[in-house]
């Protein structure tokens, strides 16, 4: 019996046959007001305010109408930025994806039987996937200059955390039946492995690592604001030059190009499983 | 024996053709895009680049990691979590009319259609066109990165919902039909239940991910701990950028753990 029963005893309801039956209060209370409290905080601090809204919230569309209508001739100079971050989006999340296969295969309990071992990989894995994309866009900037490598590298290192984190989870659930009779018949770990747990393991890698790829060419469109190339980079510079028809033309592009690819990943992910 | 594994083995099911013209497609597609590796050049000194950052996140800048006052870590840290949390509320409740209208069990076919693209065109839309669009509403600060955290959160949060829509039990809604229930009470006592857990569970999620994603705003002024983190990295000061990295990092692996918790709780009921 917690506090909370305590302060708000239960429910007694008695039955036709005399025995009694107790139930709990709802906890809904606490949580409604551990919200409300964490919102007036939060109203506080960051200044919202509805009534601003209200009454300049109009505001809000004036960019937005000033994109239509979008202009179509601008389409020619769109096609090669936004193939490029298409082949950045594929290149990174194949990359990470790859790499974070044996750095899973190292975090997951029922593979590797050192807890040290596990548990540090676990940790970068955790600390990877925290570190913001556009934080990393910037580094590699730093360090491969402007251009696609960098923005590449970001969404390597993000697909990396991502999946690797996935995959260790999936790699715990599975049958460890035949991985063992492998081992038994003298296969070492990592030939067991890719015999015993890869084909069991394959169809989940491949559905999240298309979903992955999906994301990231929506999330690739941010990476040019740091100069990591793509797309992203003339959104920012017509945004920036208040070329509103044309910055239209571009989120058009983006999101016909983003709907083509989820809809063929999304087919091919309901083959997969 | 023998000859019927054999047998069994040969008549294994021989999809090798699709396969390989599926590895070619990827393979091609990889080496296609090998061709849009570029660079402006800069790298020479990328190596001494890279030991200088790793220099500046080791060694942190103590005065601003544990400074109380507004320009500190711990200050803009809190107001992170007032723009991701407030952000995630407002984006959680412009989500729960647009996942109703757009749940295909509710609504008619076309109207869910287009429910669905506008979703779709929603998400679409970078975080920092967004951010701009409100600074004209609400000016420069916290206040216009809270707005565009909650819209950025719509395409998720809604797509959830919508699943959780479409999940619904209609059956307990026969059986309090059943019991003569009126539609309220129906609503109280049948639909609710179902959808809150899933709900609050998609709404502790997504306001991980919007801390984890504040960093855009600081791109365009709209307030929180982006802002300082990228001019202090754009000034080479990887010291500061350092500590409030490390101030990051922290609060969200915090955070992290406790909603996942929460969650775990909230799913097993």
Known sequence: MSIYDKIFPPKKYTLDNGKTVEQKRSRAPIYVILVLLMSYVSIRVTGFDPATLAKRGNQFFVILSRMFPPEYGYFSNIVNPILDTVKMSLLGSALGSIICLPFAMLASTNICKNRIVVAAMRLIFSIVRTLPTLVSALIATFIFGLGTIAGTTAIAIFSFSYIGKIMYEEIETVDMGAFEAMEAMGFNRTEAFIHAIVPQVMPAFLSNSLYNFEGNVRYAAVLGYVGAGGIGLILNEQLGWREYPNVGMILLVLFVTVFIIESVSRYARKKLV | ?269
């Not at chain 2, 109207?111 to 951010?131: D, E, H, N, Q, S």
């Not at chain 2, 959830?160 to 309090?176: F, N, R």
């Not at chain 2, 709900?199 to 999620?205: L, V």
């Open chain 2, 1 to 269: 024996m023998d000859e019927r594994i054999v047998k069994a083995y040969e008549s294994r099911p021989k999809d090798w053709i699709w396969q390989l013209a599926i590895a070619v497609i990827v393979i091609g597609l990889l080496i296609w895009s090998l061709g849009a590796m570029e660079t402006s050049g800069a790298s020479a000194n990328g190596g001494k680049m890279a030991i200088n950052i790793l220099n500046g996140i080791v060694h942190p800048d103590q005065e601003l990691l544990f400074n109380l006052t507004k320009e500190g870590v711990p200050y803009l840290l809190v107001e992170t979590i007032c723009i991701a949390f407030m952000g995630t509320v407002v984006g959680a409740i412009f989500s729960i009319p647009l996942a109703f209208l757009s749940a295909s069990n509710l609504t008619p076919k076309p109207v869910a259609f287009i429910g669905r693209i506008l979703i779709m065109i929603i998400r679409t839309v970078p975080a920092f066109v967004y951010g701009l669009m409100f600074i004209r509403v609400t000016g420069p600060g916290p206040f216009a990165g809270l707005m565009t955290m909650s819209v950025t959160s719509i395409g998720m949060v809604s797509k959830m919902y919508i699943e959780a829509i479409e999940d619904l039990d209609t059956k307990i809604l026969e059986s309090l039909d059943a019991m003569g229930c009126s539609t309220w009470q129906k609503i109280l006592h049948g639909i609710l239940p179902q959808l809150m857990p899933n709900f609050a569970s998609t709404a502790i999620y997504r306001f991980d991910i919007n801390l984890r994603d504040a960093t855009v705003l600081g791109l365009v002024g709209a307030g929180g701990i982006g802002a300082p983190l990228i001019f202090a990295m754009n000034a080479y000061r990887w010291n500061e950028a350092g500590s409030i990295l490390i101030g990051l990092v922290v609060l969200v692996l915090i955070v992290e753990w406790i909603s996942t918790k929460i969650r775990v709780k909230l799913t097993r009921g």
